[in-house]
């Protein structure tokens, strides 16, 4: 099954840069979604990007997809302590079937 | 902002015992989703609920799991004799139909405990 795999594992940066997650997936897509979760609460979605678009902004999200390498990236420009939180992708492959997520970066922004 | 609600937040039960998770999807969502996430681990998917029937499940989810949709706007999930292996948050999830792109929205979660 589709997985996606997101890297690094863990993160760490001073407020104000910018951070880049990366998310590989194993088979074709039909949208990958990013999604944010503070330690113990519920996931809130980002941002999703079909599988043909390449880019996608959302204020200081930006998500690039290549699907030639079945790759995802998530920037977070001018890092706050409050981005400070787990970021999965998640895959699906068609339609409404369940998606899959990956393990997570866990990005730490120190103030 | 329209949301989906989950009770209760948190539940502790006893090894053996029923458990019914509920949630409240958000209003005009035709696919429902239970997730969940043992601690420190990734998130799984369990059941999706499509026109009052299963349209999908994983093989997380025996026979000793089951979910309904009671009435217009509650969709709960049933764990009929819990195991310290279910110990875990669990996530209701919606979304509308396919054309809007399958964007899937998550409660805040509930955490079961089983001692």
């Known amino acids: 099954s589709q997985q996606g795999e997101e890297d690094p594992q863990a993160l760490s940066i001073q407020e104000g840069e910018n951070a880049t997650m990366n998310c590989s997936y194993k088979?074709?897509?039909?949208?990958l979604q990013w999604y944010r979760q503070n330690s113990g609460r519920g996931l809130v979605h980002l941002i999703l990007i079909r599988s043909n678009e390449r880019e996608k902004h959302s204020g200081r999200l930006r998500v690039t997809l290549d699907t030639s390498k079945k790759s995802s990236s998530l920037l977070i420009t001018a890092s706050r302590a409050a981005d400070t939180a787990s970021y999965f992708c998640?895959?699906?492959?068609?339609?409404?079937?369940?998606?899959?997520f990956g393990k997570g970066t866990r990005l730490s922004v120190i103030a | 902002e329209p949301e989906v609600t989950q009770t209760p937040s948190h539940q502790v039960t006893q090894m053996g015992q029923e458990v019914i998770l509920r949630c409240v999807p958000i209003?005009?969502?035709?696919?429902f989703y239970w997730y969940r996430q043992i601690l420190g681990q990734k998130v799984e998917f369990l059941v999706s609920?499509?026109?009052?029937?299963?349209?999908?499940k994983s093989e997380i989810f025996d026979d000793q799991f089951s979910v309904e949709r009671p009435d217009g706007s509650n969709f709960t999930l049933k764990i009929r004799s819990t195991k310290l292996e279910d110990s875990a948050m669990y996530f209701c999830?919606?979304?509308?139909?396919?054309?809007?792109?399958?964007?899937?929205?998550f409660g805040e979660g509930s955490w079961l405990t089983v001692v």
């Open positions: 998640a895959t699906d492959d068609s339609g409404n079937t369940p998606l899959v």
């Open positions: 088979t074709s897509i039909n949208n």
């Open positions: 609920f499509y026109n009052n029937e299963i349209s999908e």
């Open positions: 209003s005009n969502h035709l696919y």
């Open positions: 999830a919606s979304s509308e139909p396919v054309r809007s792109g399958n964007t899937i929205y």
